[in-house]
């Protein structure tokens, strides 16, 4: 059994949970937001089995039958063996959660966060079952999308990370494990290292703000699409010994001339809107429909992904 919250994360992990098989409880404390959340999951199901993109081996049906809701904590919590949260991302309201879970669980539950940014440290200290706690931050949409960064509170047990990592692998999610909590963890830290450079190029009049993300959807996200920047520099040189003998210098040259972390406010922030509101006006019909798209887009590109991996 598996338990969750039932926004719009917990909606994408109870999905994938059901899909790799697993019985999964979807807790929320109003009955209105699971029948919401069960309407939407078995549409989302239906049209992607119409589509081809259904993750797992069994109908749309089949999966859906595997998912019931509750909104009595203590009944939901009966019998999990792995219970992931995924509320707000409210460091208050997560621990509070935390702390009534931490009464009712036994000795054997893996109470996992989908936290974002929020250190293990700060959500765990201080739980009797610390050692069974650990974040699991998926990436939006985790159906799409299979990365899930582990991260242990210094007091979780390694056999808390290792049963983790092995659910993660066994519902074909791409699990990774930090040796320590770091604020963004890893993901994040990337994300925000070419966020910050994308904003500093376009502020300095280098680059259109559409050029700039053209850069990396026809050009770096190409290629990262399959391999990362390590064995990006591995394959553009004789190994990565060969590469930090060419480049070397050169990196260091250019990485001195970056400039301060942004303050993403003023000017910059009215430029960059007014580029991306006429590509994709700032409409709840049109934002729905972009994202639908760029869904559509992960999913062909995780099907390709599984495909070449089985060649």
Not at 26 to 55: C, P, V
């Amino acid at each position: 059994f598996f338990f969750l919250f039932s926004g719009l994360i917990g909606r994408s992990w109870a999905m994938v949970f059901a899909a790799g098989g697993f019985k999964v409880k979807l807790y929320d404390i109003a009955q209105q937001q699971l029948t919401s959340a069960l309407e939407n999951i078995r549409k989302q199901m239906k049209e992607m089995e119409k589509s081809g993109f259904l993750k797992g081996s069994s109908s749309a049906e089949q999966q859906f039958a595997l998912i019931s809701v509750c909104t009595d904590l203590k009944a939901a919590v009966e019998g999990a063996t792995f219970i992931q949260e995924c509320t707000p991302e409210n460091l208050e309201l997560k621990k509070k959660i935390f702390g009534q879970l931490d009464l009712i669980v036994g000795d054997n539950v893996i109470l996992s966060s989908s936290t974002s940014c929020l250190l293990p440290s700060k959500l765990f200290t201080g739980l009797k079952h610390v050692k069974q706690c650990i974040v699991s931050h998926p990436v939006n949409p985790p159906y799409f999308v299979p990365l899930v960064e582990i991260v242990p509170h210094p007091e979780t047990d390694p056999s808390t990370t290792e049963r983790t990592y092995a659910l993660m692998k066994k519902i074909g999610q791409s699990p990774v494990k930090l040796n320590r909590e770091i604020e963004g963890f890893v993901l994040n830290r990337l994300q925000y290292a070419v966020i910050s450079e994308a904003w500093r190029l376009v502020g300095e009049g280098v680059i259109s703000p559409t050029d700039l993300d053209l850069v990396m959807s026809d050009g770096l996200g190409m290629r990262y699409a399959f391999i990362g920047p390590l064995e990006t520099m591995h394959l553009n040189a004789e190994g990565i010994a060969n590469y930090c003998e060419r480049y070397s210098e050169g990196m260091r040259l250019v990485l001195n001339t970056f400039g301060p972390v942004p303050e993403f406010s003023g000017e910059i922030v009215q430029k960059v809107y007014q580029a991306m509101s006429e590509k994709i006006p700032v409409v709840p019909k049109v934002l729905d429909a972009r994202r639908k798209w760029r869904d559509e887009c992960l999913s062909g590109l995780a099907k390709l992904k599984t495909e070449m991996k089985s060649n």
